[in-house]
């Protein structure tokens, strides 16, 4: 077995029996990223500091000390700040932004061990579903349509981190979910991704885009990589007050594969006009190898769910407004170059006009909007009150007894780079339906693989959990996993 086709744990475990090292682990994946530059997943380089990392992590593990995530290659987000390191949230607004500082969960990762293969392209500010607003060009999803080879969207906007795991060019990888982002491209990548529960991993030196939807989260090739991952990123960090000072609970101790007597909620909300069968199709088996694991399945009812995709619509963009007023040309990054006679506002607008793409400048202007004076009570204010009343349909059904919610992750598999191009950006809008409403309520949400369409592209069932209980999420999601024994992967063409 090559080394770049084991799993977190396996890689861990074979480290800590001195079968391999972090130093060989590195090479292998620094070739495989090598040869996978179609994919335009990684777009900066980080090959010196990946093998400084792995010496470092070898002569750590040589001593006995090995933290789960020691010597394990990965790729990091670009909308991470990493020391030293281009860190330009896919936009061009940041060329050249070198952060002086290291953003806390990479910190975290670097001291448990972690090896950082580079930086992973995204959509810009991680505004898209399908990562073509990035100012470093598409991703390509490394699974194909039958036999055509026609590019197809690894989804977005953590779209370089969903094809550099499916590809097998890193171990896992750091992806960000504002409304979906870390779901809806592992779905479309057959790989698993969780965000995790609002102030789970702290948001310091992550590029800010809705500050109270953003969470980080891993994704990996396995449930139980996820918990090792997410472990090493989550905890408390002062440096963020959204953050929560609550203990970090060993997650993957707690994937026992027991989930019988766990009462599974499925909302009749989580349907969509125009649905492919194959969706309802999956869904329905998801629920079937869970009932046949031995866990009670409930129909239950989240009525607000239809105002969910309006309200993160207003709430993200008002947030994203506000966060990237910063962007002036002064401080960070770009700068236009300037005409004789220009004052500093000419400066600002010319940065702005240049430094951000359409969409990014739809939702600042979509997001001045609703915040100005004359409509910020029929739009801001509105929104809050019903992501308070979906917030509160949760609430409810946990209340009564249900343990976690079972949807699809997303409305259809994978579609072609580019199909979008002329839609109505609500169209786009569309692919977060099922993603959003859990980043309202700052619950902790998982895509699982659970089947492939007729066409042989991957789909994924989402697992919406409790506040605080991803272990017991985790659980489930694994037991998915189990019964619906995905292994296929994208054949290699590129
Ligand atoms: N696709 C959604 C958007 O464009 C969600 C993005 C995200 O989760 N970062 O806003």
Partial sequence: ????????????????????????????????????????????????IAREQARAADE??????????????????????TRGVASQAGSRILEGFRPEYESTITDKLFRSGAVMLGKLNMDEFAMGSSNETSTYGDVVNPWRAGNSDAN??????????????????????????????????????????????????????????ASSLDQAGPMTRSVRDAAIFLKAMSGH?????????????????MLTGDVRGQVIGIPKEYRMDGMPEEIDTLWQQGIDMLR???AEIRHISLPHTKYA?????????????????RYDGVRFGHRAKLSQGDGITEM??????????????????VGTYV????FYDAYYNRARKVRTLIKKDFEDVFADGIDAILTPATPSSAFELGAMQDADPIQMYLNDVFTVTVNLAGLPGIAVPTGQDRRGLPMGLQLIGKPWEEGALMNVAQSLEERAGFVARPEKWW
């Fill in 1 to 48: 077995m090559s080394l770049t086709d084991l799993t977190i744990a396996e890689a861990r475990d074979l480290l800590r029996a001195g079968e391999t090292t972090a130093l060989a682990l590195t090479e292998a994946h620094l070739e495989a990223v090598e040869g996978a530059g179609a994919l335009n997943a990684f777009v900066h380089h980080t090959s010196e």
């Fill in 60 to 81: 750590r593990i040589r001593r006995g000390d090995q933290p789960d995530m020691c010597g394990i290659p990965i790729g990091v987000k670009d909308l991470f700040c």
């Fill in 152 to 209: 197809l969207t690894p989804g977005g906007s953590s779209g370089g981190s969903a094809a550099a795991v499916s590809a097998h060019l890193c171990l896992g990888a750091l992806g960000t979910d504002t409304g979906g982002s870390i779901r809806q491209p592992a779905a479309f990548t057959g790989i698993t991704g969780i965000k995790p529960t609002y102030g789970r991993c702290s948001r310091w030196g992550v590029v800010a885009f």
């Fill in 237 to 253: 960090d002062p440096k963020d007050s959204t953050s929560a000072d609550l203990p970090v609970p060993d997650f993957e101790a």
């Fill in 292 to 294: 046949d694991a031995g």
């Fill in 309 to 325: 995709l309006p309200t993160y619509y207003v709430i993200a963009p008002a947030e994203a407004s506000s966060n990237l007023a």
């Fill in 348 to 365: 600002y607008e010319k940065t702005r006009a240049e430094g951000f793409g359409p969409e990014v400048q739809r939702r600042v202007m």
């Fill in 371 to 374: 915040l100005s004076a004359g």
